[in-house]
């Protein structure tokens, strides 16, 4: 059973991905180095960020590893008013406090920064005890078990980037990748963690659902989830795609899962509404698809794919909720062109045959 639970603290519990990004494109445009997309940075980071930065800024005259860091501080900290808790994230503190756990947080963020971030999201407070300025989290794991009285069996380690899943399995902790982290879902597989969570709201419903045990498949349900997708065109033809981090960073169509009580094309509604903002008319149901353990998604599952075709009615403005991260109007051979999930091609294949 968990009884303790160290987070850490950036990507994890605040959201400071942005700032970060946005902080070193800034020093790399003043050094005339290329910037950064956010995949590719998400790709190439490493901590600490001052070695990240000196080894892309080659040749800086008279610019020390010191000064780097400095300048980076400096851009950071005009950014670091953008800063907020991740969703999800105070309601798991809490479930955490109201089952008596044990929390703590191990970041490489400066105390300063922490103190004033943990102040601004109302975060601090739920932490026991913190260890700041860590940019190799395996010596200081084991230093905090010791120094607590942490049984490793009943410690969890909670992170989004693949050291910090590297450091709790080398020091016999469990390990849970989050999504809204540094780091891709290949790159946290990468670690073999024990379970990775779109976010910590479903790391609360999984640890919930078993007594706070995190046992194998844990994360999976054990019968078939019946969903909803659908395909939206707009006045000019063209189809929305959408990028989510949980199916590893491909392309794909908004929808979800039906709830009980709804027919599939209340859920289909519903979905769209939430995830885009849209409303939509001329719904026609095209195919079902079994999705039985897709590699692209970050857990094992088994969907039922309903997937219809449909047309975004009154104002098209797309509005995305925290499920996905990027969105795009494309023609149809366009999105041929995208990265695409494995079952959006096979739609997109079902769309052409239907057709006339």
Not at 100 to 123: D, I, Y
Request: proline share 5%.
């Amino acid at each position: 059973m968990i009884r303790n639970v160290i987070f850490d603290w950036s990507g994890t519990l605040v959201d400071d991905l942005p700032a970060v990004w946005q902080a070193i494109n800034h020093l790399f445009a003043k050094a005339g180095v290329p910037e950064l997309t956010l995949d590719q940075f998400r790709d190439q980071f490493e901590l600490p960020a001052s070695t990240f930065l000196a080894r892309r800024l080659p040749g800086v005259p008279g610019l020390s590893e010191d000064q780097i860091q400095h300048r980076f501080a400096e851009q950071f900290l005009q950014l670091e008013h953008t800063l907020v808790a991740l969703p999800h994230a105070r309601a798991f503190l809490e479930f955490c406090r109201e089952g008596n756990m044990r929390t703590f947080a191990v970041s490489a963020v400066p105390a300063a920064w922490f103190a004033r971030q943990a102040a601004a999201t109302g975060l601090g407070e739920f932490l026991q005890h913190h260890c700041l300025g860590v940019h190799d989290k395996r010596d200081r794991i084991l230093g905090l078990l010791a120094d607590q009285g942490l049984a490793p069996r009943e410690t969890l380690f909670v992170g989004g980037m693949r050291h910090d899943l590297d450091a709790a399995r080398q020091r016999g902790i469990a390990g849970v990748g989050v999504l809204t982290g540094y780091n891709r879902l290949d790159q946290l597989r990468a670690a073999e963690p024990d379970l990775v969570v779109e976010h910590l709201g479903e790391l609360q419903a999984v640890l919930a659902r078993n007594g706070w045990q995190l046992k194998p498949g844990s994360g999976t349900n054990r019968f078939p989830i019946p969903t909803v997708g659908g395909l939206i065109f707009d006045g000019a033809g063209r189809i929305l795609m959408l990028r989510t981090d949980k199916w590893s960073g491909m392309w794909g169509i908004p929808g979800g899962k039906i709830e009980w009580g709804e027919t599939a094309l209340e859920a289909l509604r519903r979905e769209l509404r939430e995830e885009t903002g849209l409303e939509i008319e001329d719904v026609r149901f095209i195919l079902v698809q079994d999705a039985v353990s897709p590699r692209e998604f970050y857990k094992d599952a088994h969907f039922l794919l309903l997937n219809y075709t449909c047309r975004a009615t009154g104002e098209t403005r797309v509005v995305l909720n925290d499920e996905a991260q990027e969105y795009r109007w494309v023609t149809p051979a366009e999105a041929r062109a995208l990265p695409l999930n494995a079952p959006t091609r096979i739609l997109l294949d079902a769309v052409d045959a239907v057709r006339p």
